[in-house]
T-cell receptor, first 117, second 113 residues
Framework: AQTVTQSQPEMSVQEAETVTLSCTYD???????LFWYKQPPSRQMILVIR??????QNATENRFSVNFQKAAKSFSLKISDSQLGDAAMYFC??????????????FGTGTRLKVLA | DTGVSQDPRHKITKRGQNVTFRCDPI?????LYWYRQTLGQGPEFLTY????????KSRLLSDRFSAERPKGSFSTLEIQRTEQGDSAMYLC???????????FGSGTRLTVV
């Protein structure tokens, strides 16, 4: 069974600085997708960035980028120029490509990011 | 269409009562998912539908839980004989078959007293 581990329950970053959130996963599959979702307090989860496992190039979305290391099964999220609005719970998630017949996400336990003014 | 809607936002119920939650997905999305999130944890998969067919159920979905998606539109999640351990946020999400990113609703927070 696949697992997702986020070992940092909480992180803090100064406004305008850069922070990296860690995520490791375990799977025996070769084709899958990885995601980072943001959950602000009392608000819905929003997709931040996604990575297809077959792509070697790391995904980038504006200030958000990932460091995808497939062999190490590592998927970290880097937030550059942190803003107060980035404060939220961040979840790493895994999804099979579907060849195993499942489309569910497997989430980590989350990292709470605090942005200090 | 403004996104995935869930109703109610909050529900407080006495132990042993039945509760039903509703999810209205984005209209063109044919996949619909239910997750449960307890405090300090990531969401856990409960079940998903493709159109009106329920294609996968988690072992978390005990006999007291049932979900439906009549006509492939909105979905309901019913919990019978609620227990205190059912207290959680219940999240609904939807997606298109050919995409792999979900759109989540704001969730229904259930408190069993």
């Amino acid at each position: 069974a696949q697992t997702v581990t986020q070992s940092q329950p909480e992180m803090s970053v100064q406004e305008a600085e850069t922070v990296t959130l860690s995520c490791t996963y375990d799977t025996s599959e070769s084709d899958y997708y990885l995601f980072w979702y943001k959950q602000p307090p009392s608000r819905q989860m929003i997709l931040v960035i996604r990575q297809e496992a077959y792509k070697q190039q790391n995904a980038t979305e504006n200030r958000f980028s990932v460091n995808f290391q497939k062999a190490a099964k590592s998927f970290s999220l880097k937030i550059s120029d942190s803003q107060l609005g980035d404060a939220a719970m961040y979840f790493c998630a895994y999804r099979s490509a579907g060849t195993s017949g499942t489309y569910k996400y497997i989430f980590g336990t989350g990292t709470r990011l605090k942005v200090l003014a | 269409d403004t996104g995935v809607s869930q109703d109610p936002r909050h529900k407080i119920t006495k132990r042993g009562q039945n509760v039903t939650f509703r999810c209205d997905p984005i209209s063109e999305h044919n996949r619909l998912y239910w997750y449960r999130q307890t405090l300090g944890q990531g969401p856990e998969f409960l079940t998903y539908f493709q159109n009106e067919a329920q294609l996968e159920k988690s072992r978390l979905l005990s006999d007291r839980f049932s979900a439906e998606r009549p006509k492939g539109s909105f979905s309901t999640l019913e919990i019978q004989r609620t227990e205190q351990g059912d207290s959680a946020m219940y999240l609904c999400a939807s997606s298109l078959v050919q995409t792999y990113g979900y759109t989540f609703g704001s969730g229904t927070r259930l408190t069993v007293v």
